[in-house]
């Protein structure tokens, strides 16, 4: 059973930066893709940003250009730095994996970080 540990998230004024850090108790290979999620109070979690094996990288609109996730392999750890941070960016972000498995695979969730942005 995997399990995932984020660290980093705090408190930050507009415009400032964090990096998170999602380390994995298992070889990240297991995994065919990690990503950061996040949730606001009142609504639903949304997908923030996602690595695939392959290193490929998708993120949502509302970060491009600003976030930027990568993976150490060597350290089992996926980052997300999150720059130019704007109020609206404030939740509780989750690292998330998935590894395949039939017939629909596993979903792993790490206990989840506060970011706090200020205006």
């Known amino acids: 059973q995997a399990q995932l540990v984020e660290s980093g998230g705090g408190l930050v004024q507009s415009g400032g930066s964090l990096r998170l850090s999602c380390a994995a108790s298992v070889n990240v290979f297991t995994f065919t893709r990690m990503g950061w999620h996040r949730q606001a109070p009142g609504k639903a979690r949304e997908l923030v940003a996602e690595?695939?094996?392959?290193?490929?990288?998708d993120y949502a609109d509302s970060v491009k250009g600003r976030f930027n996730i990568s993976k150490d392999n060597a350290k089992n750890t996926v980052y997300l730095q999150m720059n130019r941070l704007k109020p609206d960016d404030t939740g509780v972000y989750y690292c998330h994996a998935h590894s395949p498995s039939w017939p629909t695979g596993n979903d792993y969730w790490g206990q989840g970080t506060q970011v706090t942005v200020s205006s």
């Open positions: 690595i695939s094996i392959d290193d490929s990288a």
